[in-house]
């Protein structure tokens, strides 16, 4: 499995990750390498974030091979509490979740009266 390459700033802390991931290989034998940046959210400690970028470039690795399907699929909110998944079919999945206490905090919005 390919690991993902962490980016920190002046202060030591996380703030990105870098996803490499091989898509295939080119007809001379090269490898086709796909990249992207995973911005760490606001709020989130750093092993969580590791653990967040490491279930990603995993699922980027399943993504490019082909024939690949899940026996089961779970997310957990930060309490490991189980959310309720909405198939949209073709293999696509929703689920809800509202963070207004991170989304205040990175933001300074303010939470919309009908939640408050």
Not at 3 to 13: D, H, I, L, V, W
Not at 45 to 73: H, I, N, P, V, W
Not at 96 to 115: D, I, L, R, T
Request: proline share 3%; net charge positive; glycine share 8%.
């Amino acid at each position: 499995m390919t690991k993902p390459t962490f980016n920190k700033n002046k202060a030591g802390e996380i703030i990105s990750a870098r996803i490499r991931v091989c898509d295939g290989y080119n007809l001379d034998g090269t490898k086709r390498i796909r990249s992207r940046t995973l911005k760490k959210p606001c709020g989130m400690s750093d092993a969580k974030f590791q653990k967040l970028a490491q279930e990603e470039t995993l699922k980027d690795e399943m993504r490019y091979k082909e024939g690949y399907e899940l026996d089961k699929l779970t997310v957990k909110d930060a309490s490991g509490n189980k959310l309720k998944l909405t198939d949209k079919g073709n293999g696509k999945y929703t689920f809800k979740e509202v963070h207004w206490n991170a989304m205040q905090a990175c933001s300074g919005e303010s939470m919309p009266e009908s939640e408050q």
